[in-house]
């Protein structure tokens, strides 16, 4: 918990800043080797939120980035993480079948069995890499701090914590961004509507700051409003009935029971939300600029972080992620929806996550920005 306090998001600005400046650079360097000035570029924005998501949270969790960005390429480990996650739905699944989990292992074809090996690994690597080297203000200082002997949190803890991490803390949230962006240029009123919040409240890009955006309305809501419609984990987290069994909306069900709250169904259900098929983000604007048609909107049965003390840890440095990057590119780029078809998002199939197709959006840099600027150092 330690490393997702508001004090630690204060320490950890620098390294999001950086990795912002990096992918708006990179963004800008495509789009000038791959245009001209007038006519802009077209860019699978799925890709370029996945490198930004996974530079930064490798940062953060091993001292080291993947180098996506800086070779504009995904990581080997990002691909195997990729297929690693629609194999592990499908071994889920299998439990629920007696005899089928071991199987089902069994007959794994050897290139699955040795990608496994090798994503396990090379994580393993990275980790130790980490551990050995100096005290740093990223998520494992509070897993080492006064633990010299690893009395308090085992090393094969720190190993699993961290892996889930890279996981929870990347994928989850490269998917919302990339949801959000397929959202608003479907809707290029309020794609305007954000931009003008942006670029009427920052004369310059150098004073967007977390502490800058926080409070920004309809930025805040278009995140809202983008996890509403487009919830990474779209089917929901499964927990389990505890023990000594529990009644559940006037159901009975023993313990170990399988229960979860379906995210999507909640989210689109017109009897919660007013056109809830539409992304409209004034619903979730402070109730004095509120338009009066979502009075009735049932805001408050959005968890899209989880409640209780389950919750997602990382939430506040998830929302700060999204806002930075959301208004950086807002205030850079002119967007527009990219050629080919449009994504429906609730047409995406899910393996625990969503699973993306490409979101092509034309990219324009605005004239007067100098592109000869360069990321922060860390």
Known sequence: MPAFTGRALSRQEPIIQFYVDLLVQRLSQRITAMSDENQGSVVNVVDWFHWFAFDLIGELAFGESFGCLEDTKHHPWITMIFSSIKMMAFAAVTRYYAGLEPLLLFLRPPSI?????????????????RMAGSDRDDFMSPMLKNNPDFDRMTVPEIESSTAILILAGSETTATTLCGIVNCLVQNPRQLRNLEEEI?????????????????????????????????????????????GGSTLCGHFLPQSTHVLINTTAMSLSEAKFRRAHEFLPERFLPEDMRPTEFA?????NQKPFGLGARSCLGKSFALAEMRLALARLMWRFDISMGPGTQVDWNQLKTYVVVQKLAVN???KERFHINKKTAPHSL
């Open 113 to 129: 069995r040795k990608m496994q090996d090798d994503h396990y690994e090379m994580a393993l690597e990275k980790i130790h890499r």
């Open 199 to 243: 670029r009427g409240h920052f004369a310059s890009e150098t004073g967007i700051t977390l502490r800058a955006i926080q409070n920004l309305p309809f930025l805040n809501a278009v995140v809202w409003e983008g996890l509403r419609m487009c919830n990474p984990v779209a089917g929901g987290i499964l927990r389990s009935v505890p023990k």
């Open 296 to 300: 009735r909107d049932h805001r408050q």
């Open 361 to 363: 959006v034309s990219m």
